[in-house]
């Protein structure tokens, strides 16, 4: 049996990836129903630009959101460093977390640094 918090829910957390924000209604069912995060996977969308980034991640507003852009290596599609470094910048700020592998150096430096402009 799972630990659980002070409520009796357990204390690990679900987190439902997701290649584009779904519509407002769905993510507030999705977390009325448990769904303690969401993951969007930029590495698996059609997400090509910053802009595009960070509207798709203000579509999770009111929702902890991990931003993820996994390098071809790690199960992503091809994308240089540089472009998945921007991808993820420009969620940054919508972000609780961003997910990285540390075999990406230049993005786990930037990532650890807090990715400053």
């Known amino acids: ?54 509207a798709a991640a203000q579509g999770f507003a009111g929702h902890r959101l991990i931003a993820t852009c996994r390098s071809e290596r790690e199960g992503g599609r091809p994308r240089p460093d540089a472009e998945r470094l921007a991808l993820l910048r420009a969620c940054a700020p919508h972000a609780a977390a961003i997910d990285i592998e540390l075999s990406s150096t230049e993005i786990f430096d930037a990532v650890a640094d807090r990715l400053p402009p």
Do not use: K, V
């Open 1 to 54: 049996m799972p630990a659980t918090e002070g409520g009796g829910r357990p204390s690990c957390l679900i987190a439902l990836p997701c290649s584009a924000a779904p519509d407002p209604a769905e993510l507030a069912d999705l977390a009325a129903r448990g769904a303690d995060l969401f993951e969007l996977r930029l590495d698996l969308s059609a997400i090509a630009t910053a802009d595009e980034a960070a």
